[in-house]
């Protein structure tokens, strides 16, 4: 048996993702951009799938750009926007924990002489809307924050800060980061005061390297990618017809079945912590302290969790990701034992992985003690993961902990 439960590092193409992509390369191969039939027909499949992802924000199709995905979306938007408004202002803010496609090109900023005001988090990952508004002032020419946190799935405020954008500068805009929650969550830009929104396809059971960026009409934008002119100047470079394809049926189809989805991620989630709660209440009376190296093995403490949660139940957490930590085991470790046995999750956040950061710089944001940041796991979801999943991952860290805590005392 395998456990995938690294959905939101990626995700599988649905068979009417790959039939649309195969579709598109192998019969509307030709490019948008000829005078001929076959760019006609390439054409048109590239306006149907703007269409349909119009439909899915309630936004017109005139202000959806395809991308190669998020992190061209969140590059382009950030620094295409900061480039576009600079005469207005030079101020910027964001969140302390955004995704690295946000937070690069904003450090990138900064060397460029714009200022950024990083918003912290409480210890679940929420910004404070007071601090918004306290960083917002008249220099301020753009907010970036994201919807769902990618490592322990927090909401944030998006709707409440759109409007307290608004209210204090019209002008001022807003880009979100809705990578881990387009497709499971319902997202209205023009009701939320969003300007600019990115999104990826491979997360929602698409095709990698393709994304969109919606921007609203009256957004002063510059281009990034400069070329032969296409998608009306804004982003130059062959269409990618294929990808375009498979990124529109994969949100048709996460769209279609919304509700579903969510109950039924709602219920892994459920199931996910409850299982958690329980090993961890069977460690903490059965098990041995862990110790750290060098101390000498303590009493067995009762209340001593063995197993701390991150992620919060109820409408402010996505439905698909539970971000845990086993004190005592390095998450490495607990990450290739479980593979040992087909199970899949991630550490912390797989996009950014390669950078050799000891402990993922969320974590640290939420002011974890060491021992539980350097011990997080994070097990997503998807529309297609089942109980019998979830049961086998909690089976197999059952029978891992106790052993791996124990090894973790020599
Ligand atoms: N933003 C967030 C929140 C993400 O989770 C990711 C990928 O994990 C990205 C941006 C980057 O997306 P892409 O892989 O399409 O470049």
Redesign the pocket.
């Known amino acids: 048996m395998e456990g995938y439960l690294d959905n939101?590092?990626?995700t599988r193409c649905t068979e009417g993702v790959r039939d649309a992509v195969v579709r598109a390369m192998t019969e509307d191969y030709g490019n948008p951009s000829s005078q001929h039939r076959k760019g006609v027909e390439a054409e048109r499949v590239l306006r149907t799938a703007r269409e349909t992802l119009a439909a899915t924000l309630k936004v017109s199709e005139k202000e959806i750009y395809f991308t190669?995905?998020?992190?061209?979306?969140?590059n382009w938007a950030i620094i295409g926007a900061a480039m576009a408004n600079r005469r207005a202002g030079t101020h910027l803010i964001t969140t302390a924990i955004?995704?690295?496609?946000?937070l690069e090109p904003m450090a990138y900023l900064e060397k460029q002489g714009f200022r950024v005001t990083y918003l912290p988090v409480d210890a679940k990952g929420h910004i404070s809307l007071e601090d918004l508004e306290e960083a917002l002032c008249e220099e301020t020419i753009l907010v970036s924050i994201?919807y769902?946190?990618?490592e322990i799935g927090t909401i944030e405020p998006i709707a409440e800060a759109g409007k307290l954008i608004k209210a204090r500068n019209p002008r001022t805009l807003f880009h979100v980061?809705a990578?881990?929650a387009y497709g499971k969550l319902e997202i209205r830009p023009k009701k939320l005061g969003v300007d600019m929104l990115?999104v990826?396809?491979?997360?929602i059971h698409g095709p990698?390297?393709v994304?969109f960026l919606y921007v609203n009409e009256k957004t002063k934008l510059q281009p990034m990618m400069l070329g032969g002119g296409q998608q009306k100047g804004m982003r130059s470079g062959t269409d990618n017809v294929p990808g375009a394809a498979g990124l529109a049926e994969a949100a048709r189809e996460a769209y279609a079945q919304l509700e579903q989805s969510t109950e039924h991620l709602l219920q892994l989630k459920k199931r996910m912590m409850d299982g958690l709660k329980t090993l961890s209440d069977e460690l903490s009376k059965n098990g041995a302290e862990p110790v750290k190296r060098g101390e000498t093995a303590g009493k067995p403490d009762a209340q001593k969790p063995r197993i701390v949660i991150h992620s919060e139940e109820g409408d402010k957490s996505a439905p698909h990701i539970v971000s845990a930590a086993f004190p005592g085991v390095r998450s490495e470790v607990l990450l290739h034992a479980l593979e040992e046995r087909g199970i899949f999750v991630s550490a912390g956040?797989?996009?950014t992985t390669n950078k050799k950061v000891p402990v993922s710089g969320v974590l640290k944001e939420l002011h974890l003690p060491k021992e539980l940041a350097e011990s997080t796991l994070r097990f997503s979801f998807s529309r297609f993961t089942t109980e019998e999943e979830i049961d086998y991952c909690l089976e197999a860290l059952r029978e891992l902990l106790p052993v791996l805590m124990r090894y973790a005392r020599h």
């Open positions: 939101s590092a990626t190669s995905g998020a992190t061209e979306s969140n955004e995704h690295a496609a946000v994201m769902v946190n990618n980061d990578v881990q990115s990826s396809a491979h997360k990698k390297g994304g956040s797989a996009c």
